[in-house]
């Protein structure tokens, strides 16, 4: 598990991209690491079980529809009643 650190290692943009191996393994050991860009906080990069403790667990597709969504009971979705288009087979 990646160390508790109280402050962010900075990184500018063009420093970034030329260690990125050593941003990454910062990030795993150390803690967060914020790149900067024109002076300017933009990305943080951080370690992976960080990063799914702060996101929380996401239901997936099938969790979420068998949750029951709690959609309104009039609501209706509309439908094309156009009949389809027709396809030669050539038969």
Known sequence: MAA???EATRWQLHEAKQHFS???????DEGPQ?????GKDVVAILDMEEYRRLRGRQPDFKEFLLSEPDWPDDLEFARD?????EVDLGW
């Open 4 to 6: 508790i650190q109280t």
């Open 22 to 28: 050593e941003v990454v393994r910062k990030a795993h």
């Open 34 to 38: 914020v790149v900067t860009k024109h």
């Open 81 to 85: 009643k156009s009949l389809p288009r």
